[in-house]
């Protein structure tokens, strides 16, 4: 897996702000919890990488789940354009996503894939970066449709990796642990 500059982790996250906070070790819980009465106030937050997360820099993100799919698609859309102007404004070259959406809140996983995908391939026309979803091994119906939308770029395939180049940058799908890339 390869080590991306930024991961993103959404507050409303609770398996990626346990495995952040067990990753990240005293620093990165320190830093997160000083963030935390501020979280309301800005849309995204940054807290230097350190522990085991092999990324630069943490963004976290205040995102709140919807009731109408619509205002979801146009929430993650928003989202992936502050995390990749912010990324591309502070120089880094590559960003990671969790498939935000497709855990507790049962949102269509195909909607979700689809939006997050083609939401990237808009920005890296605007930002020179690589983009990674990272979608937990056991999440092999997520990852089938992460894959999907990426194979409508793409006509290879692969069973745990998956790449294409798009003008300014890499988009690619992983199976994985956001925290632990290398």
């Keep these: 897996?390869?080590?991306s500059d930024v991961i993103v982790v959404?507050?409303?996250s609770k398996y990626l702000l346990e495995m952040i906070y067990e990753c990240g070790g005293p620093s990165v819980r320190t830093a997160i919890n000083n963030q935390i009465e501020k979280k309301l106030k800005n849309p995204l937050t940054t807290v230097k990488s350190d522990g085991d997360i092999k990324s630069k820099?943490?963004?976290?993100?205040?995102?709140?789940?919807?009731s109408q799919i619509d205002l979801?698609?146009?929430s993650l859309e928003n989202l992936i354009s502050i995390c990749m102007e912010r990324a591309d404004n502070d120089n880094y070259k590559s960003i990671a996503y969790p498939a935000i959406g497709c855990g507790d809140y049962n949102y269509p996983i195909?909607?979700?894939a689809q939006t997050m995908?083609?939401?990237?391939h808009q920005e890296q026309i605007l930002h020179k970066m690589s983009v990674s979803f990272i979608i937990q091994s056991t999440k092999k119906d997520i990852f089938y449709h992460f894959d999907k939308q990426i194979?409508?770029?793409n006509q290879s395939t692969s069973t745990d990796s998956l790449s294409k180049i798009i003008q300014n940058?890499?988009?690619q799908i992983e199976k994985g642990d956001i925290t632990k890339q290398k």
């Design 1 to 3: 897996m390869l080590k």
């Design 10 to 12: 959404c507050w409303s």
């Design 57 to 66: 820099r943490i963004y976290f993100i205040h995102w709140q789940p919807e």
């Design 72 to 74: 979801v698609k146009k």
């Design 110 to 112: 195909d909607i979700i």
């Design 117 to 120: 995908v083609n939401k990237v």
């Design 151 to 153: 194979n409508l770029f």
């Design 169 to 171: 940058g890499l988009m």
